[in-house]
């Protein structure tokens, strides 16, 4: 045996929907959370607070390019 055990969690809580140009709507469907978007270089752009259900949020700040929305227990990967 390893020593390490297996670990099994559902990380499949958010959604990224289509969205009007320069907004993110997200579905949540876990318990609401913060999130933060990095940019491709790592550095941190913005962090959003993420209700639980649908929502939408402003990246009209944000130059167009590949984003990172990470939370406490997931990434995903987007295009503003």
Not at 4 to 12: E, K, N, P
Not at 22 to 39: C, E, K, M
Request: glycine letters at 6%; a positive charge; proline letters at 2%.
């Amino acid at each position: 045996a390893s020593g390490v055990q297996s670990v099994s969690r559902d990380l499949h809580n958010l959604t990224l929907l289509r969205s009007a140009a320069g907004t993110l709507a997200v579905r949540n469907a876990a318990q609401s959370t913060l999130a933060r978007i990095y940019a491709l270089s790592g550095a941190q752009v913005m962090a959003v607070s993420l209700p639980e259900g649908d929502s939408s949020h402003d990246l009209s700040s944000l130059a167009p390019g590949v984003y990172v929305l990470r939370t406490a227990t997931e990434a995903v990967k987007f295009v503003r």
